[in-house]
């Protein structure tokens, strides 16, 4: 088991754009969570899926969307890309909502110019 | 809404030193916390949680709701401690966690 995995690894949008971030879960995990990580700072929760529902959200304006599919893959999608959203964006799965253990995946960095 | 503050960016201690992290949280209700770690070029991963109240790694964390605070400690620090240490605090349901700044721990040989 590969464990959580994320694609891609690093990228470079324009101010104005959209970008789709992807991940997949650890095998039997059916709980995905994306995180903001900007530089030198902790990471900020910005949702979660279960069951293919948006459970929980952050304080992330609606730019950020998100979406799990039936094998519980998710993908983040950020519209309008602001500067500020340069950050690494990390994927966490864990085996259901009450689950104490996040996995993390390696992260996607998005740089914004 | 729930806070977590790690107040020391970095922290540099000898080999054989003990070392402990400062971790204090603001939340009203009954929180878990944890300590998340990540070595250099691996992904963060959980060390410990208070519920566990065990050691890892030589790693011990106290939970104090009295002073909310969940030091993490090491009586003698060795090399492979060096990392990013992560404070972060989950509420009693859901799964979302909340993280402080992180602490990074340098062990100088």
């Known amino acids: 088991d590969a464990g959580v995995t994320q694609s891609p690894t690093h990228l470079i949008k324009t101010r104005g754009q959209q970008v789709t971030l992807r991940c997949s879960p650890k095998?039997?995990?059916?709980?995905v969570s994306w995180y903001q990580q900007a530089l030198g700072q902790g990471p900020q929760f910005i949702f979660q899926y279960y069951e293919e529902e948006e459970r929980q959200r952050g304080n992330f304006p609606d730019r950020f969307s998100g979406h799990q599919f039936p094998n519980y893959s998710s993908e983040l999608n950020v519209n309008a890309l602001l500067l500020g959203d340069s950050a690494l964006y990390l994927c966490?799965?864990?085996?259901?909502?009450?689950?104490?253990?996040?996995?993390f995946g390696p992260g996607t960095r998005l740089t914004v110019t | 809404a729930q806070r977590v503050t790690q107040p020391e960016k970095l922290l540099s201690v000898f080999k054989g030193a003990p070392v402990e992290l400062k971790c204090n949280y603001s939340y009203s209700g009954s929180p878990e916390l944890f300590w998340y770690v990540q070595y250099s070029r691996q992904r963060l991963q959980l060390l410990l949680r208070?519920?566990s109240r065990e050691s890892i790694k030589g790693f011990t964390a106290d939970l104090n709701k009295g002073e909310t605070s969940f030091h993490l400690k090491k009586p003698f620090a060795q090399e492979e401690d060096s990392a990013m240490y992560y404070c972060a605090l989950k509420k009693a349901a859901g799964n979302k966690l909340t993280f402080g700044g992180g602490t990074r721990v340098l062990v100088k040989p």
């Open positions: 095998s039997g995990h059916d709980t």
């Open positions: 208070h519920i």
């Open positions: 966490a799965s864990s085996l259901d909502r009450e689950a104490y253990e996040q996995y």
